[in-house]
């Protein structure tokens, strides 16, 4: 292929897709002038091989030079986002987009209640240490570079909570999944940096595999510099639960529309004598006027000329429409595997079941996140080598912090039980160790002096 070895022709740019651009200019030039000045090498010939080339190519949807054309892609089983694109309306058919969806309050609840959650525990960078009998222990360790740099901030404008919070928050709203890029310098991890959706493609195999690429500013990208993780099934669920969020959106504008109106059903006026077009609209423009909204509700109504108005009585589903309504959250928590009581839905929460229900939340909504997102941290911030002996594990049992009866209970029981040293479970709590305090013992059978805290 002819290489460029000049500035490039007035208009043409090295940014392609304006291949069109240098093409025409190529052909232009071609047909014009037997020499190039400059921008190739100065014959004919060379001309009409740049043309022929660039042609083939684009034809092939292959590359010029370190330029993308485009690639190409079959449309027999495409995307939400192509589907959208070429129809304007959703493929589930809701016509609820995700910005929408995200204004409806009991979906912006769950999709906080979970990311937050995640984000909120804290990350340990664990090794494998052998142990006298045999059985190696996981111990936390501190010093690898990818504690250090999870412990501070991943990048220079981001924290560890913001990255876990928005990695999770993509994995539930955003159908591909979510994606971050692990930058490492000398074979170290530096810098984690999550990106928005629009700005990273991921395509599967299509040998039943599923094995996946990943391009970030169309620049493709390897799996092992990739943290990516995606909900279950192939969709996130706030797509699987479209059609009952556009349910509940729908709920929204309706009761928007009737409290605007006074909250009060609409009704018919009736009048024994024609008006004609224009005394109808003379007569809606000042009824409204003297009417509508909720400043004028209770307003007495004046009808003139043998007019009457009969008010619309309420349908059944008028009257329900509050138990309507709260099923559509049942059903939106459904969706996200959220109890109700923890989005403040309190109608059905009692002392015992609401505890219940909390476990429930961590055991199967919250959970199969964390697992989803430690393998992926794993899989992306070591080597196949350093996955022997390391991993990332999220502590479950900051989730439980808030209740200090409940963690002092566990931990003396534990502790009783030989299963925790006293220093152990000081840590639980924050707490140093003091001297004396690795023995295993029971304090309630063989009391001793506690020493002092380190």
């Known amino acids: 292929m002819t290489r460029l070895i000049g500035p490039p022709p007035p208009g043409a740019r090295y940014i392609f897709p304006n291949w069109l651009i240098l093409l025409e200019k190529t052909i232009e030039l071609t047909e014009t002038s037997a020499n190039g000045g400059g921008f190739l090498c100065p014959t004919k010939s060379n001309y009409v091989e740049l043309a022929r080339e660039i042609i083939s190519q684009i034809l092939a949807g292959m590359q010029i030079g370190p330029f993308t054309l485009f690639e190409k892609k079959s449309l027999a089983s495409p995307t939400d986002e192509e589907i959208a694109i070429f129809t304007g309306v959703p493929l589930d058919g809701s016509g609820i987009s995700a910005a929408q969806a995200l204004t409806v309050p009991a979906v912006q609840s769950c999709i906080e209640l979970i990311s937050n959650a995640a984000a909120s525990l804290a990350i340990r960078v664990e090794k494998t240490v052998p142990q006298e009998n045999g059985f190696p222990v996981w111990a936390p360790d501190h010093q690898h570079a990818v504690a250090k740099l999870l412990a501070d901030q991943p990048n220079e404008w981001s924290s560890t909570f913001e990255l876990v919070r928005d990695l999770v928050a993509t994995a539930l709203t955003v159908d591909k999944g979510a994606l971050a890029y692990v930058n490492r310098?000398?074979?170290?991890?530096?810098?984690?940096?999550?990106?928005?959706?629009?700005?990273?493609?991921?395509d599967y195999?299509?040998?039943?595999?599923?094995?996946?690429?990943?391009?970030?500013?169309n620049v493709r990208q390897a799996p092992s510099n990739v943290v990516f993780f995606a909900a279950p099934l192939g969709k996130s669920p706030l797509s699987l639960a479209a059609q009952a969020i556009a349910t509940a959106k729908d709920l929204d504008r309706h009761a928007s529309g009737l409290f605007k109106n006074g909250a009060r059903p609409g009704g018919v006026i009736e009048t024994p004598k024609p008006l004609g077009d224009e005394g109808v609209k003379r007569m809606i423009k000042a009824w409204r006027i003297a009417h509508d909204g909720t400043s004028n509700a209770g307003k007495t109504a004046v009808i003139f000329d043998g007019a009457t108005f009969r008010a619309m009585t309420m349908n059944s589903t008028d009257a329900q429409f509050?138990?309507?309504?709260?099923?559509?959250?049942?059903?939106?928590?459904?969706?996200?595997r959220v109890p109700p009581s923890m989005i403040y839905d309190l109608d059905r929460a009692t002392w015992s079941n609401g505890e219940q229900q909390g476990m429930e939340f961590l055991t199967y909504s919250l959970e199969p996140w964390l697992i989803l997102l430690e393998a992926a941290l794993r899989r992306a911030l070591f080597s196949a080598e350093e996955r022997r002996q390391y991993?990332?594990?999220f502590d479950r049992d900051d989730l439980t912090r808030a209740d200090l009866t409940a963690r002092a209970t566990a931990i003396s029981s534990l502790i009783s039980a030989k299963v925790l040293n006293p220093n152990e479970g000081r840590s639980w709590l924050d707490l140093g160790p003091y001297d004396g305090g690795e023995a295993f013992a029971n304090p309630h059978i063989n009391p001793s002096n506690t020493?002092?805290?380190a």
Not at 186 to 200: D, K, M, S
Not at 205 to 217: A, K, T, Y
Request: net charge positive; charged share 30%.
């Open 391 to 393: 991993r990332i594990v």
């Open 205 to 217: 195999s299509g040998d039943g595999r599923q094995e996946p690429s990943f391009r970030i500013n």
């Open 322 to 336: 509050l138990e309507n309504r709260k099923f559509q959250i049942l059903e939106i928590c459904r969706a996200f």
């Open 451 to 453: 020493g002092e805290a």
């Open 185 to 202: 310098v000398g074979g170290e991890v530096r810098e984690i940096v999550r990106y928005l959706p629009a700005h990273y493609v991921v």
